[in-house]
């Protein structure tokens, strides 16, 4: 039975083979086209590379392909008989965390990749953190490259207790090892004659197979809206819908539901998805809803069930990754974007900094550069409807923006 669609991520340090992963996964899988490969090939005789170089199917734009790194997320899909995927190839360098950030951020599960090799290294450390900071709960990490260490299971089982060692302070509930060797494809696609000794499944058997419905926050009612619908046309005059995402739990129509932050009441009448009706919308489908009575709802509002409501609050404790490159000073004015909400607002305190290696609290030293991953207070100019994260990613979560250059200079989770 088909499993429905997989989002998830390769992360890991530079050179681990993320590419060349993902390029395996989809030249086995036999889901690229042959202009693609022929492309592939000729890159590759003019990189003098023998063969094909299938981490060209990830890499990103020509300017970086040429300097032999990938900078850019890249994404790819692809399909086999039993489930669709969604591929985010994050970069491997440790300026670039902000892009792991991003592709992690709507992952349900991670892929960490280990060079057999080097062993567990800072970035292994920080991007397995971050997929715990951002809920991801299902993590596989590959130790790759075991063609250069002589397929030995010694060196795999050394890499894996020392792995377990750390992750055992990170709250992933679903940790899976697979040594494979992307170049060759031992473990990707196809078992792996050359170890024997492993007996668990491949790689795509292990993404085929893995199930993150029970995931998602199917109780918690939870719709923000982005747009008001308002067509100016005569047939269509006296319509006023509600278009959005749907953020947690399932609504029907004919269901009652009330608007906050204003707390009036009303049913659902209708939800649509382009031009056809719905019985319902679940996550993270977008939708536009009607309602039986002309309330005062508009962006930033949100939808739900009055006897299951959000907490509203204005003083947030949370966990940033801090992203931009000069160093965050607490008391500087942010754009604070949660959910379709944008408000004003400004960092108190920070708690603590964490140490990435050990996981340690660092209390002294509370200086926050690029990369930087820290526990604050934040006070934001009006009230928000948020979840803990750990319940509902989608309202646990939340962007600050600097309001001069417009950039993102942090991305953070809330826990209340």
Request: proline share 4%; aromatic share 6%.
């Amino acid at each position: 039975m088909a499993q429905g669609l997989l989002r998830f991520i390769t992360a890991g340090s530079v050179d681990d083979g993320k590419s060349t992963l993902i390029g395996r996964l989809l030249y086995d899988s036999k889901t690229i086209f042959e202009d693609q490969l022929e492309s592939i090939e000729q890159a590759s005789n003019q990189r003098g590379t023998d063969g094909a170089d299938l981490s060209l199917l990830t890499d990103g734009l020509r300017a970086e392909r040429e300097q032999g790194i990938t900078i850019d997320v890249a994404y790819r899909y692809f399909a086999t008989p039993k489930r669709k995927f969604i591929i985010a190839d994050a970069p491997g360098h440790i300026q670039y965390t902000r892009n792991m950030v991003t592709g992690a951020s709507t992952a349900d599960l991670a892929i960490i990749l280990i060079d057999a090799r080097a062993g567990l290294l800072e970035q292994t450390h920080r991007h397995s953190f971050i997929a715990h900071l951002l809920g991801i709960k299902h993590m596989v990490v590959c130790i790759n490259k075991m063609d250069l260490v002589e397929w030995d299971e010694a060196r795999y089982n050394e890499i894996v207790d020392l792995y377990r060692s750390f992750s055992s302070r990170l709250d992933i509930p679903d940790i899976r090892f697979i040594p494979i060797s992307a170049l060759a494809g031992d473990n990707v696609v196809d078992r792996s004659e050359r170890m024997a000794w492993y007996d668990g499944p491949t790689l795509l058997n292990h993404l085929e197979n893995v199930h993150v419905a029970a995931d998602r926050n199917m109780q918690d009612c939870r719709f923000p809206v982005q747009y008001v619908v308002r067509p100016q046309t005569d047939e269509h005059r006296d319509f006023r819908g509600y278009a959005g995402r749907v953020a947690g739990g399932v609504f029907k129509v004919g269901d009652a539901v009330v608007a906050l932050p204003s707390g009036m009441g009303s049913k659902v009448t209708s939800i649509a998805i382009g031009d056809k009706q719905m019985d319902m919308a679940f996550p993270p489908q977008s939708v536009v809803m009607t309602l039986a009575d002309d309330i005062d709802l508009s962006r930033g509002d949100m939808l739900v069930r009055e006897n299951n409501q959000p907490d509203s609050i204005q003083d947030l404790d949370a966990r940033i990754c801090w992203l931009g490159e000069q160093p965050m000073r607490p008391g500087i004015r942010f754009e604070l974007h949660h959910t379709s909400r944008e408000v004003k607002a400004v960092v108190k305190e920070v708690v603590y900094k964490l140490d990435i290696n050990t996981l340690h609290r660092l209390e002294e030293d509370l200086s926050i550069g690029m990369n930087d991953i820290a526990r604050v207070r934040i006070r934001t100019a009006a009230p928000l409807l948020v979840d803990d994260y750990r319940r509902n990613r989608a309202t646990g979560s939340f962007i600050l923006v600097d309001p001069g250059t417009r950039l993102t200079v942090a991305a953070g989770v809330l826990y209340t």
